[in-house]
């Protein structure tokens, strides 16, 4: 079958079903579409007229097709051409008609009746428009039009699922004058009295036998097994464009199909990439295993294999979720929770697990020995820590695995002592009016945050601007941040602050810090916040600037020993923070800084720079492998070695093999390096010859390069 034509043949017709105006995509399509399938016997031509008015002329005079046997220096236009046995193939009459249905079985009933179809839709009478079609505007017109249009897609699609209806429409030619092995070249146009030479469209085949099996390929199914349902897919393709899906429900069952007329999927006509074909079994037995397959339609009306492939669906429907109805610290060694399920256990029920984090979001881990049964709805935590919040949940489990959970439930712990006042350290405005305020971390190990508040004067009513406690990281924060317009006919700001410990007791407030308003407005800079040296990089996180109207940040390298300044990054991406510098020289010292600019052009000052010495890459010394082959004992014997300050027990060998000198490596197990030490490896194939190559790694993550390759004859 030639794959690009047959392509074509799909691809044209999933235009004319998905396109809106027929006669619009026409004028961008050829003439007629050809695709041809071929057998040891004989080749066979698909085909049709691309548009209405096409089809309607070739349904009367017919399709004139030639065929010429290649010849390697010639070109397809320079052969002769024959006509092939029944050229032209025209529309049958009526009495074809009559003896073609006779001669089909009545049990394919589908078969005859889009014959039928096809038949009807092409009769005469049946794109003829009767009145004056101007008298309403040309409303007439449109509707012949439109109904000319589908009459033209309907007739397509049956010719494609049924021969008899391809076979009736002059659609369908077969070439039985054919030898294996030889290529023809087969043309085709509509039969007309003045034909043109570029009216012919052409179609290359090779005659050689044919697989039903040809598209099958299981890999192309994804499969999703669900809660008594087994959904998957797989790709449209232009090899086919309708499919059939079967099902057998055990090993020695038949298979039954499911879609009782074919599925067919349209695409929008501006839909571009790979779509694909879905469908969902439904109303399944968890854990018995199904059996599908899968086929589809050519535009050579048969149904051929696609792919076949097991499923079986699982329970993933979780039990009820428990209730924690109360976490109380009854003593001081002791917490009692309880909970309930309102709704009836399932008959998989298991049990409970108790979850405790010290926050109500993440982090919860186990603290029960053994699962709880499903009769027991109490705990007491005799194993906790007063120094930090605490919340439960608890877990409902299933024989499936199935989870589900208990809403988080904070213990009010029995703690009346406050924290120490805060002490604010500095207080700090820029150029454009952020200020930053730096606390003297408070010790209390169940600190909890700040409650920072500001005011226009210190005799005031102070009002709350941020509480640290509510920041989703959860972090102990003892640098906060506020801002201010710089418009203003207040000049000075006063902050003062609250400390609170996890269990919501509050300190006395702080002395009250004074704030003055700069008369300059340049953006505050990036800070580099923390870096991570590895051999390859130096990964520098930053905090980006602060100020609202920053358009661009930039990172700086200052190279100290030659007093060199490199620009590493400049971003207008504010939300970006970190960079990794890999351009660094091995043993340099480096000073990082960085600066912004805002969108009247004005530049911040640079950021406090971070003096870092950039690593020194090493790698391991590159090893040697030899070995030798024994035929008695049929097994291969290695020995490694390297550079003799080598750490022996700091390092392993990774022993790579392949079975042909062009194959890719594959990792065959990593050992223990020991020097001159012999190592066995069996032979896993009956090649004669096999490829050995090592490579060093030490438990710093450093590694060798390849040794060179060891060549044995088996």
């Known amino acids: 079958m030639c794959k690009k034509s047959a392509r074509n043949v799909i691809f044209l017709l999933l235009l004319i079903l998905n396109s809106h105006s027929l006669f619009a995509q026409a004028e961008e399509s050829p003439p007629i579409v050809i695709t041809a399938r071929s057998y040891e016997d004989r080749i066979v031509l698909r085909y049709f007229a691309t548009t209405p008015q096409l089809f309607k002329v070739a349904n009367q005079s017919g399709y004139i097709i030639e065929k010429a046997i290649a010849v390697s220096n010639q070109s397809k236009e320079q052969l002769v051409y024959t006509p092939i046995k029944n050229s032209p193939y025209k529309r049958w009459n009526e009495d074809q008609w009559t003896n073609g249905f ?21 009769e005469g009478n049946a794109f003829m428009a009767t009145g004056d079609m101007l008298s309403d505007d040309l409303k007439s017109l449109n509707e012949i039009r439109t109904k000319v249009g589908n009459n033209f ?19 369908w030619a077969e070439d039985k004058d054919v030898a294996v092995g030889r290529n023809y070249w087969y043309r085709i146009r509509v039969n007309s009295p003045q034909p043109n030479r570029n009216d012919w469209v052409y179609i290359a085949v090779q005659c050689k036998p044919f697989s039903q099996l ?13 809660d008594q349902t087994i959904q998957f897919s797989f790709p449209e393709s232009l090899d086919y464009f309708a499919y059939y899906i079967y099902r057998k429900d055990g090993p020695t069952k038949p298979f039954k199909k499911l879609t009782t007329t074919p599925s067919i999927q349209l695409t929008p006509i501006d839909f571009e990439g790979t779509g694909r074909y879905g469908y969902v079994d439904s109303g399944l037995i968890n854990y018995q295993r199904y059996q599908y397959k899968i086929t589809v339609f050519t535009p050579f009306a048969d149904e051929l294999v696609l792919g076949e492939f097991s499923s079986m669906p699982k329970d993933l429907t979780p039990p009820p979720s428990p209730n924690l109805t109360s976490a109380k610290h009854i003593t001081a060694k002791e917490i009692l929770l309880q909970w309930n399920i309102s709704a009836k256990l399932p008959t998989d029920f298991k049990g409970f697990n108790i979850g405790r984090s010290n926050n109500d979001k993440d982090g919860f881990k186990k603290i029960n020995t053994q699962l709880l049964p499903a009769n027991v709805n109490t705990f007491k935590d005799t194993k906790f820590t007063t ?28 703690d009346s002592t406050p924290p120490a006042a805060p002490v604010i350290q500095s207080a700090i405005i820029d150029s454009v009016g952020k200020i930053t305020i ?12 700040y409650q920072l508040m500001k005011a226009n004067a210190a005799d005031h009513d102070f009002s709350i601007v941020y509480q640290s406690f509510n920041d989703s990281t959860d972090e102990k924060v003892f640098v906060l941040y506020d801002s201010t317009t710089l418009n203003t006919l207040t000049k000075k700001i006063y902050y003062k602050a609250i400390a609170f410990d996890s269990h919501f007791n509050q300190s006395i407030a702080s002395t009250i810090t004074e704030v003055k308003r700069p008369d300059t407005i340049p953006p505050i800079a990036p800070m580099i916040v923390d870096y991570k040296i590895s051999d390859t990089a130096i990964q520098l996180t930053f905090v980006s600037s602060e100020s609202e109207d920053v358009i661009t940040q930039y990172l700086f390298r200052k190279d100290i020993s030659a007093n060199i300044i490199d620009t590493l990054m400049v971003s207008p991406d504010l939300a970006k923070s970190s960079f990794s510098d890999i351009r660094f020289n091995s043993g340099k010292q480096y000073e990082y800084s960085m600066s912004a600019k805002d969108d009247a052009g004005l530049f911040s000052k640079l950021s406090p720079p971070i003096l870092i010495i950039s690593p020194k890459q090493t790698r391991l010394p590159k090893p040697v492998v030899t070995g030798a082959y024994s035929k008695d004992k049929k097994e291969i014997t290695l020995s490694f070695s390297a550079n003799s300050n080598l750490d022996e027990n700091n390092t392993s060998v990774i022993i790579y093999a392949k079975n042909r000198l062009e194959s890719s490596w594959n990792k065959l197990e990593m050992v223990p390096y020991k020097k001159n030490t012999n190592h066995i490896v069996n032979p896993q194939s009956d090649n004669k010859e096999i490829y050995f190559s090592i490579v060093l790694i030490d438990k710093q993550g450093r590694s060798s390069v390849f040794s060179e390759t060891l060549k044995l004859v088996l």
């Open 102 to 122: 006779s001669l089909k079985s009545k049990a394919d009933s589908n078969e005859t009746n889009l014959a039928g179809l096809a038949m009807g839709l092409t």
């Open 153 to 171: 897609t309907f007739t397509l699609m049956a010719s494609l699922q049924s021969k008899l209806a391809a076979e009736g429409l002059g659609l």
């Open 214 to 226: 040809y598209l099958k390929n299981d890999t192309l199914i994804k499969v999703v097994p669900g």
């Open 387 to 414: 120094d930090e919040s605490i919340y439960y949940i608890i877990e409902a489990v299933d024989t499936a695995g199935n989870s589900s959970y208990s809403f988080p439930l904070m213990v009010a712990l029995v």
């Open 438 to 449: 730096k606390f003297k971390p408070n010790t209390e190990k169940d600190f909890l945050g």
